[in-house]
């Protein structure tokens, strides 16, 4: 909790002391949402801090007397908060009058955690394969989830388990089942390929300015310091651009 003081009264001038009738309350930090300062445009040491919780509960406090210059720096500086992007209006805004903090929680007590939080590990390969039968059915599929849910996915076994979070296979698919899967949406593909190949001239330069141009740029900006599209000329790019272009 952070303590702060508001008060009302006539003008200071002439080094006079702030009102005697100040009133004291808290806010808790680890309740906020956002932080945004208004400067008053003749001092910019003046104006108001709205401060925004996560239920969307607003606090206005008014600095009469100046210290925002100084509150914008210590919110500059506090690892938990990040000035937001300027929309495109308060850019041209020189000096801004206004800036937004969101204050970024890096962890949760436990009271607002869940009970099960940190009762699992990473499903694992092994685990994985724990949960099949004989015939490759997946069972167990609420704890799966569960397990997935609060820990997450070994890396090395991400592509084995995904598809069928993402419903391209059944739980209770077979090994023969997903073989028969496979099979058919490659074909598919191999058919949609075949399409945009056969494209003539003016259906290619349509293609081009709708899609391929938009798919060209994304697939440069892929995240290359992942180790499977690190490099240049990387094979794997170009067929993520493929599939791309496909779809």
Same mark, same amino acid.
């Given at each position: 909790? #952070?303590?702060?003081?508001?008060?009302?009264?006539?003008?200071?001038?002439?080094?006079?002391?702030?009102?005697?009738?100040?009133?004291?309350?808290? %806010?808790?930090?680890?309740?906020?949402?956002?932080?945004?300062? !208004?400067?008053?445009?003749?001092?910019?040491?003046?104006?108001?801090?709205?401060?925004?919780?996560?239920?969307?509960?607003?606090?206005?406090?008014?600095?009469? &007397?100046?210290?925002? $210059?100084?509150?914008?720096?210590?919110?500059?500086?506090? $690892?938990?908060?990040?000035?937001?992007? #300027?929309?495109?209006?308060?850019?041209?805004?020189?000096?801004?009058?206004?800036?937004? !903090?969101?204050?970024?929680?890096? &962890?949760?007590?436990?009271?607002?955690?869940?009970?099960?939080?940190?009762? +699992?590990?990473?499903?694992?390969?092994?685990?994985?394969?724990? !949960?099949?039968?004989?015939?490759?059915?997946?069972?167990?599929? $609420?704890?799966?989830?569960?397990? %997935?849910?609060?820990?997450? %996915?070994? $890396?090395?076994?991400?592509?084995?388990?995904?598809?069928?979070?993402?419903?391209?296979?059944?739980?209770?698919?077979?090994?023969?089942?997903?073989?028969?899967?496979?099979?058919?949406? #490659?074909?598919? +593909?191999?058919?949609?390929?075949?399409?945009?190949?056969?494209?003539?001239?003016?259906?290619?330069?349509? !293609?081009?300015?709708?899609?391929?141009?938009?798919?060209?740029?994304?697939?440069?900006?892929?995240?290359?310091?992942?180790?499977?599209?690190?490099?240049?000329?990387?094979?794997?790019?170009?067929?993520?651009?493929?599939?791309?272009?496909?779809?």
């Amino acid at each position: 909790n #952070r303590t702060a003081s508001s008060g009302s009264g006539g003008s200071n001038s002439g080094g006079d002391a702030l009102p005697r009738d100040v009133s004291t309350f808290t %806010i808790d930090l680890g309740q906020m949402r956002s932080v945004k300062v !208004f400067f008053n445009m003749d001092d910019r040491t003046s104006g108001q801090l709205v401060v925004a919780s996560a239920n969307k509960q607003f606090r206005v406090l008014h600095f009469h &007397h100046g210290g925002l $210059p100084g509150l914008q720096k210590a919110l500059d500086d506090w $690892p938990m908060s990040s000035q937001a992007v #300027r929309r495109n209006e308060e850019v041209s805004e020189s000096p801004p009058r206004s800036i937004t !903090f969101n204050i970024c929680r890096t &962890h949760l007590d436990e009271d607002g955690c869940h009970p099960e939080e940190g009762m +699992y590990c990473a499903l694992t390969l092994d685990a994985w394969f724990g !949960f099949m039968d004989p015939d490759g059915r997946v069972t167990n599929e $609420p704890l799966i989830r569960k397990i %997935i849910f609060f820990g997450g %996915i070994t $890396p090395d076994a991400r592509r084995i388990v995904w598809p069928f979070l993402l419903n391209y296979y059944a739980f209770d698919s077979t090994h023969e089942e997903r073989a028969a899967i496979r099979d058919d949406y #490659r074909t598919v +593909y191999q058919a949609m390929k075949k399409k945009r190949e056969a494209m003539d001239s003016a259906e290619r330069q349509q !293609f081009w300015q709708k899609v391929q141009c938009t798919v060209e740029k994304d697939v440069v900006r892929t995240d290359r310091s992942q180790l499977f599209f690190a490099g240049e000329k990387n094979p794997n790019t170009a067929m993520l651009q493929e599939i791309l272009l496909c779809y």
